[in-house]
């Protein structure tokens, strides 16, 4: 069975400060998702990774790949309030199945 | 743009009722799927539908039925609604791509 796991499960910063949060599986995946989800709202997509290695930009975040396809990094430069939220990960389950599988998540809280 | 809707954003029911909660998408997506997420155990998969009247169990399928008449429709029901469902659910889609999520329904069962 494939396991995701995200670190740090909790983060509280100041604004405009920077942050890695991570997100690792047991085995080699296709693709993966990143989203955001604030409070009482459902996730939020925010960019699918396909390629090893690959780097992708969305303003102020960048989403990597890592080059063994097991693990992607999520980097937020300039922390603002806006970006507070739950931040989740998810793999397409094994071939075969129409299931995701979602990691726990990283609980992001931004300061002003 | 995809767009998912849950018919109720909150929700406050009693135990034993009969709870219905409806989701649709207007992307023509063949494959909807309902959620339940809850604190430190994160989305737990209830059920899924590949196509009209198709589905299958997820995870955490006890307690739930679901229905799948229209392609853009999928429903989810509580036959009788007890405290341990109080949760919040989240319905989403996808086509060949990622799945895209409703906002959530939050339900309270008194």
């Known amino acids: 069975t494939q396991l995701l796991e995200q670190s740090p499960q909790f983060l509280s910063i100041q604004e405009g400060e920077n942050l890695t949060v991570y997100c690792n599986s047991s085995s080699v995946f296709s693709s993966l998702q990143w989203y955001r989800q604030e409070p009482g709202e459902g996730p939020v997509l925010l960019v699918t990774v396909v390629t090893g290695g690959e780097v992708k930009k969305l303003k102020r975040l960048t989403f990597q790949f890592g080059d063994a396809r097991k693990d992607s990094s999520l980097h937020i430069t300039a922390a603002q309030p806006g970006d507070t939220g739950l931040y989740l990960c998810a793999i397409k389950g094994d071939s075969g199945t129409y299931k995701y599988i979602f990691g726990t998540g990283t609980r992001l809280k931004v300061l002003a | 743009d995809v767009k998912v809707t849950q018919s109720s954003r909150y929700l406050v029911k009693r135990t034993g009722e009969k709870v219905f909660l409806e989701c649709v998408q207007d992307m023509d997506h063949e494959n909807m799927f309902w959620y339940r997420q809850d604190p430190g155990l994160g989305l737990r998969l209830i059920y899924f539908?590949?196509?009209?009247?198709?589905?299958e169990k997820g995870d955490i399928p006890e307690g739930y039925s679901v229905s799948r008449e229209k392609k853009e429709r999928f429903s989810l029901i509580l036959e009788s609604a007890s405290t341990n469902q109080t949760s919040m659910y989240l319905c989403?889609?996808?086509?060949?791509?990622?799945?895209?999520f409703g906002p959530g329904t939050r339900l309270l069962v008194l």
């Open positions: 539908s590949y196509d009209v009247k198709m589905k």
């Open positions: 989403a889609s996808r086509k060949l791509g990622p799945q895209y």
